[in-house]
């Protein structure tokens, strides 16, 4: 099948974006600058996509499919990933000697979170042996939440691109995680 001018718009402009936040990041000596310009480069891609598929016309039931199940949650999953830095960044600790411990703290928090979306996705799909019907228009038209709003998410009037789309945050959130431990143990222990 030949990919649809919309799927197309959508890899080309979240390669694009990947791309920006990596160099950006290379770049910028203060992360909290980064994070709050991948947050908002990552959102006007998004917002992007969204006016192109306001008024658009699906090709047919499987494109429509194939944009609720990959792209939009590739692109939500970014926002919340940037949200979720923002959060962790602002609070951590100033005391270098604190932060192993709190960076330890957000990795639990981080894998509960991931297990409670992974089994709502796994309800989602036990509901019916097929889930496409989940990714059609008419059933991801709920607004987004990012970040902290995490505890108010209700799993039965979510859209499964929605969890989806937390499971990418989630998954580069432990990452992220992961990566400040290594970093933030080796200059505990060696002050």
């Known amino acids: 099948m030949k990919k649809s001018f919309l799927l197309q718009q959508c890899q080309l402009a979240y390669k694009r974006i990947q791309l920006e936040i990596q ?3 290379s770049q910028s000596p203060d992360e909290m600058k980064w994070i709050e310009w ?9 917002l992007n996509i969204e006016k192109i598929t306001h008024d658009y016309q699906f090709m047919d039931q499987q494109e429509e499919v194939s944009f609720y199940k990959s792209q939009k949650p590739r692109f939500t999953g970014l926002i919340d990933y940037f949200t979720l830095l923002y959060k962790s960044v602002l609070f951590q600790p100033e005391d270098y000697t604190k932060r192993g411990n709190y960076w330890k703290r957000e990795l639990n928090t981080c894998l509960e979170c991931m ?7 796994q309800n989602y799909k036990q509901q019916q042996a097929g889930t496409d ?20 998410f209700d799993f039965n009037s979510t859209s499964y691109s929605c969890l989806l789309g937390r499971l990418v945050a989630l998954k580069k959130y432990k990452k992220y995680i ?7 143990i080796p ?5």
Do not use: D
């Open 23 to 25: 160099s950006h990041e």
């Open 38 to 46: 991948g947050f908002a480069a990552t959102m006007q891609a998004w």
């Open 115 to 121: 297990s409670k979306f992974k089994e709502a996705c």
């Open 133 to 152: 019907i989940y990714f059609l228009k008419h059933n991801n038209q709920q607004p987004l939440l990012f970040g902290s709003n995490v505890n108010i």
């Open 178 to 184: 992961q990566e400040k431990i290594y970093t933030e």
């Open 187 to 191: 200059l505990r222990q060696a002050g």
